[in-house]
């Protein structure tokens, strides 16, 4: 499986804007980009997915670099709900499993 | 919106025992998925079914666990002669083909 680099850890303040950053340079062409987050105590909940383009969904947006080795997750205006570990996955279009990493744990501060 | 739910949220058993979590994946979905998160590690893969068939299964997966559909609305897991190192929290997942999985809260499984 294609691996993904993202910071151990990141802060941000409540009610302002995060970017989430990922780096994949080894990615290939079947390889889509997904995000998971896992709340304190929960399982991982799906947050947005792509391939080429940008996507926007009602939880955040996903920006993707031309050359698919990096991409950005950013939710546009934290709240402290979004306080919880993310996960940047390479996930080929044949693979129906999902390899997590350690991810980014996001901090949100009041 | 419909959910994937667990059960029981907490199973604690005596090393040795066997013991079946329980999911109800969300009634459309067709690919089922098993995975566990030992405490303060990464969340690993375990097995994948489709068409009450085992897809895939990662090295965890050995003889120790099942996995089985038993009627249209129940995805569960056995792990028979459970050791120490199986406490972990085991998470059901549902999905379609490639699109996204939707997770259970998890089964937290503690072994004496």
């Known amino acids: 499986d294609a691996k993904t680099t993202q910071p151990n850890s990141m802060e941000s303040n409540e009610e302002e804007p995060v970017h989430l950053p990922c780096n994949h340079s080894?990615?290939?062409?079947?390889?889509?980009i997904h995000w998971y987050r896992q709340l304190p105590s929960q399982g991982p909940e799906y947050v947005i997915h792509?391939?080429?383009s940008n996507v926007n969904n009602r939880m955040a947006s996903l920006a993707i670099a031309e050359d698919r080795k990096s991409s950005t997750l950013i939710l546009h205006r934290a709240t402290l709900r979004d306080a919880a570990v993310y996960y940047c996955?390479?996930?080929?279009?044949?693979?129906?499993?999902?390899?997590f990493g350690k991810g980014t744990r996001l901090h949100i501060l009041p | 919106e419909p959910e994937v739910t667990q059960t029981p949220s907490h199973q604690v058993t005596q090393m040795g025992q066997e013991v079946i979590l329980r999911c109800v994946p969300i009634?459309?979905?067709?690919?089922f998925y098993w995975y566990r998160q030992i405490l303060g590690q990464k969340v690993e893969f375990l097995v994948s079914?489709?068409?009450?068939?085992?897809?895939?299964k990662s090295e965890i997966f050995d003889d120790q666990f099942s996995v089985e559909r038993p009627d249209g609305s129940n995805f569960t897991l056995k792990i028979r002669s459970t050791k120490l190192e199986d406490s972990a929290m085991y998470f059901c997942?549902?999905?379609?083909?490639?699109?996204?999985?939707?997770f259970g809260d998890g089964t937290r499984l503690s072994i004496l």
């Open positions: 997942a549902s999905g379609t083909a490639s699109g996204p999985q939707h």
């Open positions: 080894t990615i290939s062409g079947t390889d889509y």
């Open positions: 792509g391939l080429t």
């Open positions: 996955i390479l996930r080929d279009v044949r693979d129906d499993k999902i390899i």
């Open positions: 009634s459309n979905h067709l690919y």
């Open positions: 079914f489709y068409n009450n068939e085992i897809s895939e």
